[in-house]
Structure formats: C-alpha cells, structure tokens
C-alpha cells in the first residue's frame, strides 16, 4: 500500500515508516501533519477526487533542516560580470505515520492547519478595530466620457510651445548672389 502526496509544489511517492526531507512546512517538531493525497493504491488504484477525500495521510515533524549549499554563479563572456552567489533550502525531515483509507479512519486523525495559529489573550480578541479610512472623493462622472477627448487634447496642444519649422539646406546656407 502506498500514496502519491502533494507537498511544497512537489509530489511524493510515500509508504507508512518512510523518511524523506520536504520543503519547510509551517508545523512545530513533534507535530503530526496532514499531506494531500493524489494517488492511494493498495488492492485497488483511487485517484478520483471523491475517492482522495476518504484517504488520510498523516506524517509526523522530525526535524527542521537546511539543504546543502548550491552555488550559483553568473557569467557574461567579454563584459567582465561574473558573480558568485550560494543558496540553502529549509527543508523538514518527515516520517509518514499512517496511510488510511475509509471514513471512519479519516475523521479520527486531526488535521494540522496549514498555518500554526498564535495564541491570543481573550483581552486582545475581544478589542475594538481601529474605524476605517474615510472613503475616498470619487471623480465626477461625465455622461459622455468620448465627449471629453478632445478637449483634452486641444487643452494639451495648447500647453506645449510650438516647434519652428526646419530650415531646408538652401536656407541654411543664406542668400545667394549668382555670382
């Protein structure tokens, strides 16, 4: 029996016991996640959206870890740019605890939210939110929006200075005597 999960844009084939690094996921060490089926098989293949919804993965948080370091360097030939920069993935080391299939198996196992929650004082919850921004002064709406077009661009022809003309070369190289 195993599952095909969907977890950081990436999709796993997983086993109940397995190991493997995901990318970080929001959940404190210890915590047991839920990860989102694609694929369950056992005696039988489901891949059929109403037939996921009875499948439950849980995996448990091991570990929060980093990648090992990529090096990433930029190189333009004959400009003199070279740069060298390095990255480190977080990742989360994972154990899949249980693959279970059918709606009595998937109601008992709780799922984490996706984002942890924070804890609030009863105090701050219940405060009262700060008024809204006044609204903003809408434009005054013209009935006919095209009849304001070209005064605009009479309004913008008449702001700009007006250009001399070119000269022509015979102009420029003043009156000629014929002689």
Known sequence: MYAIVKTGGKQY????GQRLLVERLPAEEGANVTLEPILYRSEEAVFDKAGLESVQVTAKVLAHVRGEKLRVFKFKPKRGYKRRT?????LTQ???TEIAHGKAKAKAAKPVAATPVPDEPAATAAAPKPADKPAAKA?????????DKPAAKAKRAAAKPARPKALSAKAKEGPSDGS
């Not at 390095?86 to 977080?90: A, F, L």
């Not at 434009?139 to 009849?147: F, H, L, S, V, W």
Request: a positive charge; hydrophobic letters at 35%; glycine letters at 4%.
């Open 139 to 147: 434009k005054p709406a013209t009935a006919n929006p095209a009849a």
């Open 94 to 96: 994972i154990e899949v």
């Open 13 to 16: 084939r997983v086993e109940r």
């Open 86 to 90: 390095g990255h480190r993935q977080d």
